[in-house]
C-alpha cells in the first residue's frame, strides 16, 4: 500500500479509537476525522462529498420531523398506558406489552426515536407501580434493535445498505428481514418473562393506580393526530410503493415531513427542526467523508480481496463471515462506522466475482442490528436509554447489560445463521 493508504488507516484507527472511547462526543470526532481526510490530501473537497450519501440524510431528517409533530399529539403515551391498562396493572405484562410496542415502532420510526418516547413512559408507568425500571428498560433496549431490524426505516444500518444498493427497496427488507425478526421477538418473550418475573412485584392498590387513568386525556391535539396518522399512512405507503414511481426513500420522507408541516402550519416547522438530531446527521457526513479515504486510497479493495481469499469466495463462508464479524464487532463497537466501513468492501466483493451479494446484504444487516444488542455500547438506542436511566437515578451498567444483552444477541445470531442458510444459500 503507498503512503496515502497507509494515512488514510491511521486518520480511521485514530479516530475510530475515539469514538469507541466516548471522551470526546462522536460527532465532533466524526467531522474532525473527515476533514484529516481531506486536509492530509487524501481526499479532495468534492470527492468527500460525493461520498456523503444524501439519501441517508434526508430519510432521517424526513422521519425525524414527522415523528417530532406527532409526539406533540400525545399519541405515543396513549398507546404506552392503553397498553399498560390492557394488562391489568400487571408488572411482567406491561414490560412484554411495552417490549412489543418498542418494537414495532421501531420498525416503522427507527429505534433511537421509539426509545426517546416510549422510555419517559415507562419512567411514569413504573413509578405509579413503584418496582424497578430496570428490567422494563433493558427489554426495551433490546426490543429496539430487533424491531429495527426488520424494515429500511428501522435502524441506521439498514438506511444505509438499502441507500447503497438501489435495487433493494422498502419492501425488499420486510419480505427478507420482517420474518427472522418476528422470529427472534418470539423467541425473546418468554425468556424476559423467565428473567424478569419475580423481580416485578407490587400490590393490587398500585395496579389500580394504573386502571384509574385515562388514556384519552392523553390525547392533546386530535386534529392535529387525525393530520398525523394521515400524513403517516401516505409516507408509509410510499415506502412500498417508491420504486415503482422511481423515487429515493429519501423523497418519500422528505415529501411526508414537508406536507405535514404544511397541514399543521408554519407555526409547527421551527420547533421541528430544533428536534431534529443535527449531532447525529452530522456524525453520519463526518463517517462518510472518513470512509471515503479509505475507498479512494484501495483500502477497502485490499480488504475485499483478502475476505474472499479466506473463505474461498464460497458463498456459505463469505455470508456466515460478514453475519458474525459484524455481529461481534456491532456489540462492542458503534455499528453505524462498522457498517459505513462493511457496505463499500461488500460492493468490491461483487466487482471480483461473488454473484450474487443479496445473502451477504443481509447478513450485514443482521448482524450490525442484532449484534447492537450484545452491549451497552452497541448502538445509539443502548447509550440514549442508559443516559435517560442514569438521569432518573437508575444507572445500568455495562456489565449488568452485557450479562443479559450478550447472552441474547449469540441467540439471535445462531437463529440469524439457520434462517440466512435456509432462505438463500441452501
Same mark, same amino acid.
Given at each position: ?244 414511481? =422511481?423515487?429515493? /426513500?429519501?423523497?418519500?420522507? $422528505?415529501?411526508?415531513? %414537508?406536507? *405535514?408541516? +404544511? @397541514? !399543521? ?128 437515578? =437508575?444507572?445500568? /451498567?455495562?456489565?449488568?447489560? $452485557?450479562?443479559?444483552? %450478550?447472552? *441474547?444477541? +449469540? @441467540? !439471535? ?14
Amino acid at each position: 500500500m503507498d503512503q496515502q493508504a497507509n494515512w488514510a488507516i491511521a486518520i480511521f484507527l485514530i479516530i475510530y479509537a475515539l469514538i469507541v472511547t466516548e471522551k470526546i462526543h462522536r460527532t465532533i470526532v466524526a467531522m474532525l476525522g473527515g476533514i484529516l481526510m481531506i486536509v492530509f490530501g487524501i481526499v479532495d473537497q468534492n470527492t468527500a462529498m460525493h461520498h456523503i450519501d444524501f439519501n441517508t440524510l434526508g430519510l432521517l431528517i424526513g422521519m425525524m420531523i414527522i415523528v417530532s409533530v406527532t409526539s406533540e399529539t400525545g399519541l405515543f403515551r396513549f398507546i404506552a398506558v392503553y397498553a399498560a391498562k390492557k394488562a391489568k396493572g400487571e408488572p411482567i405484562r406491561i414490560l412484554v406489552a411495552l417490549a412489543l410496542i418498542t418494537a414495532v415502532g421501531s420498525a416503522f420510526l427507527d429505534n433511537v426515536t421509539t426509545v426517546l418516547l416510549i422510555v419517559p413512559v415507562t419512567f411514569s408507568i413504573t413509578r405509579q407501580l413503584r418496582v424497578n425500571p430496570v428490567p422494563f428498560l433493558l427489554t426495551q433496549i433490546i426490543a429496539s434493535n430487533v424491531g429495527g431490524t426488520a424494515t429500511l426505516i428501522g435502524d441506521p444500518p439498514n438506511i444505509m445498505i438499502g441507500s447503497a444498493v438501489k435495487e433493494l427497496s422498502f419492501l425488499d427488507f420486510m419480505i427478507n428481514l420482517a420474518p427472522i425478526a418476528a422470529i427472534v421477538m418470539i423467541v425473546y418473550v418468554p425468556i424476559f418473562i423467565l428473567l424478569f418475573r419475580k423481580k416485578l412485584r407490587t400490590t393490587e392498590e398500585l395496579k389500580r393506580g394504573i386502571m384509574e387513568l385515562d388514556e384519552k386525556q392523553l390525547i392533546t391535539d386530535g386534529k392535529l393526530l387525525r393530520k398525523c396518522l394521515f400524513v403517516l399512512g401516505l409516507t408509509m405507503l410510499g415506502f412500498f410503493t417508491h420504486q415503482l414511481f =422511481h423515487l429515493e /426513500s429519501a423523497t418519500v420522507a $422528505l415529501a411526508g415531513a %414537508f406536507l *405535514l408541516l +404544511l @397541514l !399543521s402550519g408554519e407555526h409547527k416547522m421551527e420547533d421541528a427542526f430544533t428536534k431534529v438530531e443535527w449531532t447525529t446527521i452530522f456524525f453520519f457526513i463526518g463517517l462518510f467523508a472518513l470512509v471515503s479515504g479509505l475507498v479512494e486510497t484501495g483500502v477497502i479493495s485490499k480488504l475485499a480481496e483478502n475476505a474472499i481469499e479466506w473463505t474461498g469466495g464460497d458463498p456459505v463462508a463469505t455470508s456466515m463471515l460478514i453475519l458474525w464479524l459484524s455481529a461481534i464487532a456491532s456489540a462492542f463497537l458503534d455499528n453505524i462506522p462498522f457498517v459505513a466501513t462493511m457496505i463499500p468492501m461488500i460492493q468490491e466483493m461483487g466487482m471480483m466475482g461473488i454473484q450474487n451479494l443479496e445473502p451477504l446484504w443481509w447478513s450485514l444487516a443482521l448482524g450490525a442490528c442484532l449484534g447492537g444488542n450484545g452491549a451497552l455500547i452497541g448502538a445509539s438506542a443502548n447509550l440514549i436509554v442508559a443516559g435517560m436511566s442514569a438521569k432518573e437515578g =437508575h444507572p445500568i /451498567s455495562f456489565m449488568t447489560y $452485557l450479562k443479559y444483552g %450478550f447472552p *441474547l444477541m +449469540l @441467540l !439471535s445470531i445462531v437463529m440469524s445463521s439457520v434462517y440466512i442458510y435456509f432462505r438463500y444459500l441452501m
